[in-house]
């Protein structure tokens, strides 16, 4: 049933040649497709096409109709039997996007027709060789009513166009051999936005943007971030674009961020359209990464594809490495590298430790939907940077030229892109495999031991993966790790290495084991490794509290200072004698750093989260992890509140003399992040705080929230206000609600704003916010943000000991799996590191799962999904 890698087989038969006719209907679409097939495998070979949920209307073969014996239809499948080894396939079906809730396929947002077919969703369209090794031109005619339906788009270029009557016409051509899964298809009413681009070489790109109608502003900053994609793709890997046309369009209904099929991106409208009024300073940065994300897939993922799904990362790896790239020019290296490191540790480490496991090339599966995971995207990115690290800069462009230049117009797998990497150095990059073939997260530790006479600091250094589900047996994988000295004051000391002085080094442990010698230490130092966290790992370093403190307070890589004070606050947090005193002193110290600038200080502001403490403690008790991080940060915020208070009336000040226009810009987004960041911190003296304080908090929340003129400061006021849980709770909802209520993205951060509130109240009020009119379980976003940031981000409430939120939970994703699967299993993984957490969690999770796992018709997502976590 599940299929594997060790499976793969060639296709049988090409298909030169694909045209597709489309009469859109809401209920009734007639799809035609005209195949030009050739075999290029076994002579025997049946023909066999992928389709579900299709109503065949009729097939021929070299235009001769063929009767229904001569093939066979399963829900799946169109098999025939007997064909030659050249010739034409005619099939037309019938299909119904109105009804079509699965998001998958062909399917109705907002009155129009859209699509989304990766991975398997073209099969939901037509009878195709529906995999993403059968490359094919593409010749497509959309044709609908003109009235409602102005906008008929594809991929490609617009060869014709023409009215027919009531209905007009396009047709779209995509010079470029494509796999089914980049179809693309829009229709309807749409505003656009529209700009130009010329290439380095020369080519004049025209480039719109489709939104509702009304929204054309919103997309100014999209084809701003998708213009800075484009020159970076040119001067940082030296790829350009390939056609005339670059299209985006944004959709309310989809379900995840964006797809990048050739020439025609959709997105989720919650990362496109932006303006200072509704979106925060992070929309700002995750549609500028988005952008650049889905257009980088043009080369990597479109003119080069994956061989088979196995490889999904070898394009959503790599792409994301490079968005990654892409974010940290454009806003900073140290900053970006924390957040990323941040979104790794939250979504993968988990994944890695738990019933889910699985390799970056995962080995079998039932519903490729369930793997796209921050394994295959996260970690991925994480190799190619370890890659890119380990052979440096110029080697790593030579290499990607070489991957681009030979597979171009290529299915590949991650052999092929390793072989570019062995191409150019000449060296065996086998070993590296071994990332991508074995899941778990290695741990690494590192002792160091110095020897003051002989001025040696001898460092020894080990790995060990443990098991994962399925896979016991674990081999050493290489480890990039930039290491540097420090002395106990901060300054960087050097030493000898391979004949060289220097203060930083990097040491790949190839072994289980290795030993690595500095020579010329002149005092004790303070070591600092993993520098920007050269590997995915999780490491060990048998260290002094006083040195990571001094990491703290002068750590040259930036990152590893940051690192440094989160694993001091998490010790103190997790300790239940710790105190906040010598923490803030540091901070305090931090704060007053001019050369730092504002968002790594609102980095460094932000404690640990209670996610990232239950990766540390067995077994996990969620209400003493809210209990002692709450109280620390109360600790904190008493220690420097004089401090921050002054800080962020400074800021403040600032803000009203300024008046400067809103600017989504780094260092402004940076500002703001620290202003909001001293204000979380504020209010978390709320705990145990007399009433003047108290008085205090309250009226800094609103006054924060009533002058903020932008999202961003909107909603740290909004969330300020949350914290506290006061008197003004509900009237400042309802004020939000009043203003924004004719605004759907915004009114998805109101519902989300609630979902995450900390407090036990909020369990009773989530299912409130399922009965409120403008809940609609239909639409991902909408129900996302209520039910996905409840489990996801509030998980002392979620985890609250009476069951209930695991229920309702378990309720909803049993409600969703009805008509959406693919977004309902990826709520499974909530419950996923069940055994890890302390009774009654432990069995009540198990319960949830058990109940989801028992319920009739079930889809193969959410069983895939459930019946892991259950089993491991
Ligand atoms: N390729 C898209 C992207 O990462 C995501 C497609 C997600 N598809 C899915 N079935 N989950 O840019
Ligand atoms: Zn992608």
């Known amino acids: 049933r599940p299929i594997r890698l060790t499976d793969y087989k060639a296709p049988d038969f090409r298909v030169s040649d694909t045209k597709l006719v489309f009469d859109l209907h809401p209920t009734e679409t007639k799809v035609t497709a005209t195949l030009t097939l050739e075999r290029i495998g076994a002579a025997e070979a049946p023909l066999v096409l992928l389709g579900e949920r299709l109503k065949l209307l009729g097939v021929s073969l070299d235009g001769r109709a063929l009767e229904t014996s001569d093939y066979e239809v399963t829900p799946e499948t169109l098999t025939i039997g007997d064909v030659p080894d050249r010739f034409t396939l005619d099939i037309a079906v019938q299909i119904n996007p109105q009804d079509n809730k699965t998001l998958e396929g062909l399917y109705m947002s907002s009155g129009r027709y859209c699509t989304q077919c990766e991975a398997e969703g073209f099969r939901k369209i037509v009878y195709f060789p529906d995999r993403p090794d059968v490359l094919s031109k593409f010749t497509v005619t959309v044709r609908a009513p003109k009235a409602g339906f102005p906008y008929l788009l594809s991929n490609g270029n617009l060869i014709d166009a023409g009215e027919d009557g009531d209905a007009h016409y396009a047709i779209w051509e995509d010079p470029f051999f494509k796999p089914s899964y980049l179809f693309a298809l829009v229709a309807g009413e749409l505003d656009v936005l529209e700009d130009a681009f010329t290439t380095a070489s020369g080519r004049k790109v025209d480039l719109k943007i489709y939104v509702d109608t009304g929204m054309r502003e919103r997309a100014a900053y999209a084809m701003d971030a998708l213009k800075r994609s484009m020159r970076w793709d040119e001067e940082v890997y030296g790829l350009e674009y390939d056609l005339d046309l670059f299209m985006i369009v944004a959709v309310r209904d989809f379900n995840f961020g964006a797809m990048e099929n050739k020439g025609l991106n959709i997105f989720n409208a919650s990362l496109l359209l932006a303006d200072p009024d509704t979106v925060t300073d992070l929309d700002y940065e995750r549609i500028e990464s988005v952008i650049a994300h889905e257009y980088f897939h043009n080369w990597s993922g479109n003119r080069v594809t994956c061989r088979d799904w196995f490889q999904l990362c070898l394009k959503e790896g790599l792409t994301v490495f490079r968005d990654q790239g892409f974010s940290a020019d454009m806003r900073g290296d140290a900053v970006q590298r924390i957040k990323d490191v941040k979104a790794l540790r939250a979504r993968q480490f988990p994944e890695d430790a738990g019933p889910l496991a699985h390799p970056v090339r995962p080995s079998s599966y039932l519903k490729i939907d369930n793997f796209y995971t921050a394994t295959i995207y996260e970690k991925g990115a994480e190799i190619v940077g370890m890659l890119k690290t380990y052979v440096g800069p110029e080697v790593y462009r030579k290499a990607l030229d070489h991957y681009f230049q030979t597979n171009d117009g290529t299915a590949a797998t991650l052999e092929d892109f390793l072989k570019s990497f062995e191409a150019v150095t000449g060296e065996d990059f086998a070993p590296w495999l071994k990332w991508y073939v074995q899941a778990g997260t290695p741990h690494l530790s590192i002792t160091p031991s110095y020897d003051a006479e002989t001025q040696r600091l001898t460092l020894a250094l080990a790995q060990v993966t443990h098991p994962t589900p399925a896979q016991a047996n674990k081999h050493p994988v290489p480890i990039p790790v930039r290491l540097g000295l420090l002395s106990e004051d901060g300054a960087p000391l050097t030493f000898t290495i391979d004949g060289e002085t220097v203060s930083d080094t990097l040491f790949v442990l190839r072994e289980a084991e290795a030993e690595l010698v500095l020579e010329d230490v002149a005092v004790a130092p303070v070591v600092s490794a993993l520098r920007r966290f050269s590997a995915p790992v999780k490491l060990t370093l048998t260290e002094l509290d006083a040195h990571k403190f001094a990491r703290f307070r002068g750590d040259a890589d930036p990152f590893n200072r940051w690192e440094a004070a989160q ?243 378990a309720d909803q994703i049993l409600l969703v799996d009805k008509f959406n699967p693919m977004t309902a299993a990826r709520l499974v993984e909530v419950f996923g590191g069940f055994k890890r957490y302390a009774e009654p969690h432990a069995s009540l999770m198990k319960a949830a799962l058990e109940r989801i796992l028992a319920t009739p018709d079930l889809s193969k997502n959410v069983s895939e999904l459930a019946g892991k976590a259950l089993a491991a």
């Open 567 to 809: 694993s001091l606050a998490k010790d103190l947090i997790l300790s239940a004698t710790g105190t906040a005193a010598a923490y803030a002193e540091a901070l305090r110290a931090t704060l007053a750093d001019d050369t730092l600038d504002d968002a790594f200080k609102a980095l460094i502001i932000g404690l640990p989260t209670e996610p990232d403490l239950a990766q540390i403690l067995t077994p996990v008790d969620p209400a003493y992890i809210h209990a002692r991080r709450s109280a620390f940060k109360a600790e904190l915020s008493n220690a420097l509140f004089d401090d921050i208070e002054a800080l962020y009336e400074r800021f403040e000040d600032e803000r009203l003399e300024a008046q400067a226009p809103f600017s989504p810009d780094a260092k402004s987004a940076g500002r703001r992040a620290l202003r909001n960041a001293l204000l979380d911190l504020m209010m978390a003296s709320h705990i145990d705080a007399d009433d003047a304080r108290r008085e205090k908090l309250n009226w800094r929340a609103q006054y924060h929230y009533q002058l903020s003129h932008n999202m961003t400061d909107l909603m740290a006021g909004l969330n300020a206000v949350a914290q506290l849980h006061g008197e003004d709770y509900d009237g400042t909802l309802e004020h939000f609600y009043d203003m924004f209520k004719t605004e759907p993205l915004v009114l998805d951060k109101w519902f989300a704003a609630q979902a995450m509130c900390a407090n036990p109240e909020t369990l009773n009020r989530v299912r409130r916010l399922t009965q409120h009119p403008d809940f609609d379980a239909r639409v991902p976003n909408r129900w996302r943000a209520v039910v996905q940031a409840f489990a996801a981000n509030n998980p002392s409430v979620f985890h609250d000991v009476s069951g209930q939120g695991y229920d309702f939970i």
